[in-house]
């Protein structure tokens, strides 16, 4: 009871944050939380209510609902959308009640619930909640940059709610034809549309840890990642140009997760469709040498949207001063296939007649014919 007595006293005293803090344009809020009285003091609250046994005793709740009705920095409002999951699973009805209160809604659309549910989103996904909140993961779709605060984000609430539907594509069923799957696709957001995207990848293909054992482990699919990427090559709507080069992420560069015959494929299609962007080449300039040796007509394709976009070189290609390194090794040993040395060799004069001395090195390839 002290110890209780203690923490609903540091939630309630006038202290830091302050106004003034929620104003500080270079911080956001679970910084200021985590360096603040009552930020620290909501935390213990959360450690002392995980340890206080099954259920949410009725004084729990009665500190809950003071801290709701009461607090007005967006630091503490995001601890409590953060760490949401540890009252839910204790006492669902309870906050089943109080979402409409906590979450931004048509109902209230403030600043605090906006805190609240940025902490909500900047934490890990569980089921139970996915499926609870759907309704909120809804209206958030319908929002756009507008309608939310002008202030520092730990990570933009485009990005994190992306995060979420993307965890929530590999593990809860989310998918085309799904309500939601197809309410945040038809909704424009470049930002999302990315993100949702270059998650997939950075989360599941391109870690350490990636690989068969792993998405056994985690009871992940992987043949649905490759379902999605096969869904968005041929999808009606219309996808954002920039939201194809996140595909970048998908290349692990150490390792074959995807079947590379699949990858290969797939990164021909996609690349005129990110006009030869991609974010995060590593993976591609390290694997690209061995997909040449696998797929050759594929690969020429692959280099070329790397450099040329409408018959001129490719402004969006990272490639500019690594070029030769990068795609040298692959060029040769395609050109060494008979069918494929005239289009290497167009391929390698036009660099040079458009790209000049940038790309003379390529010219050592095709020199026995000149």
């Known amino acids: 009871g002290r110890v209780l007595s203690i923490i609903k006293y540091l939630l309630t005293v006038k202290s830091s944050p302050d106004p003034e803090d929620d104003k500080r344009e270079a911080e ?43 607090e007005q920095s967006n630091a503490v409002r995001f601890v409590m959308g953060h760490y949401i999951a540890t009252l839910y699973f204790k006492d669902i009805d309870f906050i089943r009640g109080l979402a409409p209160r906590i979450f ?17 989103l900047a934490n890990a996904l569980y089921k139970e909640l996915y499926e609870e909140f759907k309704d909120y993961y809804a209206y958030a779709i319908t929002l756009s940059q507008k309608d939310y605060p002008n202030r520092k984000y730990l990570k933009g609430l485009d990005e994190t709610l ?17 309500a939601l799957f197809d309410a945040f696709w038809n909704t424009p957001n470049e930002s999302r549309h990315y993100e949702f995207t270059s998650f997939l990848g950075r989360h599941y293909l391109t870690k350490d840890t990636a690989g068969d054992k ?72 390290r694997r690209i040498d061995k997909f040449a040796k696998i797929n050759p007509q594929r690969t020429l394709e692959i280099i070329e949207s ?13 490639m500019y001063y690594g070029t030769t390194h990068e795609v040298k090794g692959p060029l040769e040993a395609i050109y060494k296939i008979d069918q494929f040395k005239k289009p290497v060799r167009n391929l390698i004069n036009s660099l040079v007649a458009k790209g000049g001395k940038m790309f003379w090195d390529l010219k050592s390839i095709i020199s026995e014919t000149q």
């Open 28 to 70: 956001e809020p679970f910084h200021i939380a985590v360096n603040s009285v009552r930020g620290r003091a909501y935390e213990s609250f959360i450690q002392f209510t995980n340890a206080d046994g099954p259920k949410l005793a009725e004084d729990i709740k009665a500190i809950f609902l003071s801290v709701l009705d009461n």
């Open 104 to 120: 931004p809604n048509t109902q209230q659309k403030d600043r605090l619930s906006f805190a609240s549910w940025e902490g909500y």
């Open 162 to 178: 992306a995060g979420h539907l993307a965890l929530a594509y590999a593990h809860f069923g989310l998918a085309p034809g799904t």
């Open 214 to 285: 792993w998405f056994e482990d985690n009871k992940v699919d992987k043949q649905k990642l490759i379902d999605f990427w096969d869904w968005l090559l041929t999808t009606d709507i219309e996808v954002e140009t920039k939201v194809f080069s996140g595909f970048g992420f998908w290349v692990n560069p150490e390792k074959e997760i995807i079947p590379d015959s699949i990858l290969i494929e797939k990164l021909a299609l996609t690349l005129p469709k990110s006009n030869g962007e991609i974010d995060w080449d590593y993976g591609l300039s």
């Open 306 to 318: 790397l450099l040329i976009l409408n018959g001129e070189i490719n402004p969006h290609h990272r």
